[in-house]
């Protein structure tokens, strides 16, 4: 391995859901000019690109991110760039291409450059085989081409740790619901939809059943765990490091609707499911985190209500 004598953090995928709200905690964590972000385009007035070091880059392209890690002392890599899974089903090609393959080239700098590596997963990996709460380990056959890589990803991250000591760590997220960045094209987007639609026409038409249920989490919760969990010492980690189940709150899409209807009373939610409901109905609806727990002390802290709170808050605010 080559060594790395630096002390920054590159971004991938940056300007995504996740991205919008990891790198500005980041920032305030190792400073403006120790996080370099990263996305496939730019965008001139987003949080992201304002507030510190913002560079264009496809996870596609090896060499650029070399350039990148070195020109920059890169030591940890938060690779978060991914083709999610209502979209991924509209193009598998580009899904499995940029899933796979910009995993393989960060994997691989990863080795090279002696990186920590964090790399995530997603409930999307359980199948309809899966029992309805899901275990840390279960059989893993996935509906969708997005989950299908993931699952592939959870054992190539593993295969790294055992085979090149990589060390590298995953969560399978839950549905993320934030107010900060819009929903990236995912099965539980509508989960974000909602409110929006709620705060500002009143109106929503919810493309799921209303007896949906899934787990999902806050996006304040899915930041925090995701810095515990790579502030967690080496040895601390079982053997799901590569993909830790970790639960926030289940609903349904009905109790959603309700919970927001009590606040905003003249807010109507219709129900017409599409092609997302088969991919809902693939996965389970609550997640076992016991392993979580034990290992690095998981603990969600945003349930149903307070959850809704702070959406709706936010939103009026922004409104």
Not at 29 to 52: F, K, P, Q
Not at 79 to 91: D, F, Q, R, V, Y
Not at 241 to 251: M, P
Request: aromatic fraction near 8%; hydrophobic fraction near 40%; include cysteine.
């Amino acid at each position: 391995m080559t060594e790395q004598s630096g002390s920054c953090v590159l971004v991938t995928g940056a300007l995504g859901q996740i991205g919008t709200e990891l790198v500005a905690a980041l920032r305030q964590r190792h400073g403006t000019d120790s996080v370099i972000a990263t996305d496939l385009r730019e965008i001139n007035d987003h949080s992201v690109v304002t507030s510190g070091i913002f560079v264009v880059a496809d996870v596609l392209d090896k060499n650029r991110l070399e350039e990148l890690i070195i020109s920059h002392s890169v030591d940890t890599v938060y690779h978060l760039a991914a083709i999610l899974s209502a979209t991924g089903e509209m193009n598998p090609e580009l899904c499995e291409r940029v899933n796979l393959g910009g995993l393989a080239n960060v994997l691989e700098l990863a080795k090279e450059y002696n990186l920590r590596l964090y790399a995530p997963s997603s409930i999307a990996v359980f199948g309809p085989d899966c029992p309805s709460l899901a275990p840390q380990v279960t059989p893993l056959n996935p509906t969708t081409m997005y989950g299908m890589t993931k699952v592939a990803g959870e054992v190539m991250a593993n295969y790294y740790w055992e085979n090149h000591a990589v060390d590298v760590r995953g969560i399978r997220y839950p549905g993320l619901i934030s107010w900060k960045a819009p929903p990236g094209g995912g099965t539980t987007d509508y989960a974000v939809e909602i409110f929006r639609h709620a705060v500002e026409s009143g109106n929503y038409t919810c493309f799921v059943k209303p007896d949906t249920k899934l787990p999902m989490m806050y996006m304040d919760d899915a930041i925090r765990a995701t810095l515990e969990l790579m502030e967690t010492p080496i040895e601390s980690l079982g053997s799901a490091r590569a993909g830790y189940n970790i639960a926030g709150v289940s609903f349904t899409a009905e109790e959603l609707s309700n919970a927001i209807a009590a606040r905003i009373p003249n807010f109507v939610c219709g129900f017409e499911p599409d092609i997302r409901q088969k991919y809902a109905d693939s996965w389970p609806s609550m997640i076992d985190d016991t392993q979580a727990q034990n290992d690095w002390g998981w603990k969600p802290q945003f349930g149903l209500n307070q959850l809704v709170d702070e959406m709706l808050a936010n939103l009026q605010d922004e409104n």
